[in-house]
């Protein structure tokens, strides 16, 4: 039972440490969304011309001359039935280019604060050797302090974990 309680906090405290991950810089993240924006008037142009290739196939003379070649004695039903299904693939189309225009809408106004963001940082005062040295050092007593309360935080738990050893080992005794 203790065994496993010290095995539990070995492992809270070496999961515990933070890890950094790497950001992608400002430049990335806009170049990568006018990259999906190129993609989504692609995609758009291609919708809108198959949308015009539908539309034209449910004229009622290119239906008749699409079941030209087909013998039938029920020739209006065969009519009917090429209609919905184009007029069904023609919703579809419909829908994905609705799909398409939110998407590009978002990615438009994503690239807008992408920029507008980059445009702040840019205009931004670059720090004074002086302020650098006092970020700099803020930052190392930071790391430090962080560094003490977890070696402290650590050490009382492995405290902590002997003394209910000793206490769980004395009562099985």
């Given at each position: 039972m203790y065994r496993r309680t010290i095995i539990l906090l070995l492992a809270i405290v070496a999961f515990a440490l933070p890890v950094a991950a790497q950001d992608?810089?400002?430049?990335?993240?806009?170049a990568r969304l006018k990259q999906q924006l190129i993609e989504l008037e692609n995609k758009a142009t291609q919708l809108r011309m198959?949308?015009?290739?539908?539309?034209e196939a449910l004229k009622p003379e290119n239906i008749e001359f699409a079941?030209?070649?087909?013998?039938?004695t029920r020739p209006e039903e065969l009519?009917?039935?090429?209609?919905?299904?184009?007029?069904?693939?023609?919703?579809?189309?419909e829908t994905q280019l609705k799909l398409n225009e939110e998407s590009r809408i978002r990615t438009e106004a994503a690239i807008a604060t992408a920029e507008s963001s980059a445009y702040l940082k840019y205009l931004q005062?670059?720090?004074t050797p002086s302020t650098q040295m006092?970020?700099?050092s803020n930052a190392e007593v930071n790391r430090s302090v962080l560094r003490t309360i977890f070696l402290t935080f650590s050490a009382l738990i492995f405290v902590l974990a002997g003394?209910?050893?000793?206490?769980?080992?004395?009562?099985?005794?």
């Open positions: 992608a810089t400002k430049g990335d993240d806009i198959r949308l015009e290739e539908l539309d079941l030209a070649g087909i013998g039938s009519r009917e039935h090429r209609r919905r299904m184009l007029t069904v693939e023609r919703n579809g189309v005062p670059a720090p006092v970020i700099s003394l209910v050893s000793i206490v769980g080992w004395r009562r099985i005794r």
